[in-house]
Structure formats: C-alpha cells, structure tokens
C-alpha cells in the first residue's frame, strides 16, 4: 500500500514540526485610545491618529485599540469620538481598558466591574453598527486585582459579558519616553525631540530581543507576542522604524486574534498581587523556569528624570 506508506511518512513530518515553527510573531495593541499626551489640543490629538494609522496601514500591521471613555470630555468629545471611528475605517480592532484608567486595587472588584461596563457605552454600539463584538479586555497598569477572590470576581464577570483578556508579553516602556517627547514638541526644540526619539528606539531594539529570548528559554520554541504600545505621538512618528525593526528581528506582524490562538496563552496566570506584571513573568511563575532577568535593561536614567521633571511641573 503505497499511498498509506506516503499518508504515514507525512503525518511523521507534520510531527516533527513545532507548532509555532513559522517563527515569532507579534500583535500590536495600542492603549489608551483616543490618545495618552500631556498636550490639551484636539489638533494634536487628531494629527498624532491620523499619522498612525496611515504608517499602521502603509507597513500593513494589524492592530488593536484599547479604549478610555472617560478621555472622550478631557477633549472635543465628538472629534474624540471619531477617532475610534477612524481606527475601525482603517480596519483596526477595538477594544475595552476600563472608563476611567483606575486600578482595582483602588476601586475593589465591584467598583471595577462598574467602571468597565461604564467603559464600553460607546465602544460597543459602535463595533455592533459594523456586525462586530467588542471582545477584548485590557487591564490598565496590568493591574489584575487582588487578593484572589477580587481577580477572579473580575475575571469571571469579563468572561460572563463575553471578552477575553488580552495579555502582554512584550514592552518597551513607551509610555516613559512618550511625555518627555510631547513636551519637546510643545517647546519645539528640535534637537531634544531627535534625542528623545533615537534613545526609545535604541531602547527597543535591546528590549524587543530581549522579550524574544525569555520566550524561547520559557517555552523552548518560538511564540506569538502580544505587544503593549501606547496611542502617543512618539509611536506615530516612529511607526516606520519600529516596523524595520519587527522586520530585523523577524517579528512577523499579526492580528491579535492570531497571536492569541498560539497555546501558551492556555497557561494559567497564577500571579495575585498589587503590582501590574506582564504574563512572560507570571508564566514564569507557574511553569517554575526562571527569565534571562540578569540581561533585562531598564530604559535610560535621563529619560527616567525627564519624565519624573515634567511630571513634577504639572
Ligand atoms: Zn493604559
């Protein structure tokens, strides 16, 4: 029986393949929607969303938007409003991360159920209008909830209105850099903002490796990564080169819905405590296998002092 030996020799083949064997990929999620400055223009805003989607588009990376209501007022609530309509017409993704951006350690477990229902009053109707769900969850500061009874009363009212949790498993502190970068602009000093921009990709051309080696030593193979980014001006004007770099390190763009069918994220997140880590740590944690922690790199002390500087003036 020829063809059988072939039906055999194929099976045997598709064994010996891993399941991730294409290589790694990544999803890119961009929190904090409709935009995370310290600017107080609609036109900012505006600019900053127009520019990133077109560069989302031109270097075709899906993605998805994790969005505050609570920020809709801090603005032009209709041009903040449109906004999200803009992320859906370029064909990017939606998704919930609480109205108000607090911790539910602040809040407790009803008063953060509450707020993420408040969280989704338009977001929903408007992903309904085009026959979608609104399907994932983002928790801000990746704070979970405790003690345990809090996160899973959290985790199982997300489940009962029908979202999934989208985790992190790769970051580069953007957020850091992203107000000393808002700043320069506001005073336009062009020297500092080329500073600023060439220290955060200098800084994520260290760490993305870096997220990309705990994975391999975590699992033993290659994985989809879930990567968390910010809507600020910094990623709209750096959208082109953090693309080259994906590219450079053969991270190969994907939906979240993609990166999230990989099986790892089956893994039990065991962690209950008040600090917000993300989930390469907290697999860590339960696999019992250890991180390359000894070659992680903190961003640059200045850009740490600039940040706590223009922090203080507020
Ligand atoms: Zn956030």
Known sequence: MKLRRYVLAALALLASVPAQAAGDTVALTFDDLPIMTLLHAQSYADYTNKILLRGLRRHHLPAIGFVNEGKFDDLERAAQIDILRQW????????????SHESPNKLLADGYIRDIARGEQVTRPMLAARHRD??????????????????????NWLAAHGYRIAPVT????????????????????????????????????KIVPWYQRAGHQLLGR????????????????????LAALFKKNRLRP???????????????DPYVGADGIEWLERWSQQLHKEL???????????IDAEYTRIDHDR
């Open 222 to 241: 290659d994985m989809s990564f879930v990567m968390l980014l910010h809507d600020t001006r910094l990623n709209a004007d750096c959208i082109d080169d």
């Open 254 to 268: 994907v939906t979240l819905e993609k990166a999230m069918s990989d099986p790892a994220y089956r893994i039990v």
């Open 292 to 302: 390359p922690w000894d070659s992680f790199m903190d961003p640059p002390a200045e």
């Open 134 to 155: 609104l399907r994932w969850f983002r928790h801000p500061y990746l704070e979970t909830g405790m003690p345990l009874a809090t996160k899973l009363k959290i985790n």
């Open 170 to 205: 790769m970051e580069n502190s953007d957020w850091l850099f992203s107000e000393p970068y808002d700043d320069a602009i506001a005073r336009h000093d062009k020297a500092r903002i080329r500073r600023i921009k060439a220290s955060y990709l200098a800084y994520t051309a």
């Open 88 to 99: 859906l017409d370029a064909g990017m993704n939606l998704g919930n991360h609480t109205f």
